[in-house]
């Protein structure tokens, strides 16, 4: 691409250059996000990765927050509100859950957790909402462990689905029963839960 930007605008320009970035950080991972590459693809002149981002981390983080502003947006409107989002509605953000699991295999947990340094993060507000309802103390090891458990059940299940099918001999007839009474399994794993 030339010099001269197809992009136009600020905002344009701010936006193409973080949806770029975060195909490439969800499909790749952050050490394959190359400024040139993103430029390239966004239909942008690299040195504005420069002069809006401050460059390659800044980019990082800006796709970070916004995959996780994306993915706290549609968790509270798929859940109506509720902290506590619908199980296995970490699925319907791909992009933003294979960023987060990329960020973590490749060892950048600053990145990967800075939806919680910024106050944006859905499971952390999940978590905080389940201690307050069912009045825990914030240092219940019990029940960290079970967060933790239905945490890694439901970013593993996103990430492993296909392959969690197969080894539990699930027939392509029967998956959609085997997915519903996952999401029973991870809705009630805290048992019956009093007003919010």
């Not at 195909?23 to 693809?41: D, H, K, N, Q, Y």
């Not at 960023?99 to 859905?122: F, K, N, P, Q, Y």
């Amino acid at each position: 691409m030339s010099d001269a930007s197809a992009v136009r605008g600020s905002d344009a320009v701010r936006r193409a250059l973080i949806e770029a970035t975060a195909c490439i950080l969800a499909e790749s991972g952050p050490g394959a996000v190359s400024v040139r590459e993103v430029a390239r693809t966004a239909g942008v002149n690299h040195g504005q990765i420069h002069h809006y981002f401050g460059g390659r981390r800044g980019l990082l983080k800006a796709t970070m927050h916004h995959l996780a502003s994306e993915h706290l947006a549609n968790a509270t409107a798929g859940s109506k509100g509720n902290p506590i989002p619908r199980a296995l509605q970490l699925a319907e953000d791909r992009h933003y859950w294979q960023a987060v699991c990329r960020c973590v295999m490749e060892g950048d947990l600053e990145l990967a957790g800075l939806e919680v340094t910024e106050g944006i993060s859905v499971p952390r507000r999940a978590l905080e909402s389940l201690r307050d309802r069912l009045k825990i103390a914030e240092t219940d090891l019990d029940f960290k462990a079970s967060f933790a458990a239905v945490a890694a059940l439901q970013l593993g299940w996103v990430a492993l689905e296909d392959f969690i099918m197969l080894i539990a001999d699930v027939d392509t007839s029967e998956r959609d029963a085997v997915r519903d009474r996952v999401k029973a399994l991870i809705g009630n794993w805290f048992g019956p839960l009093p007003p919010s």
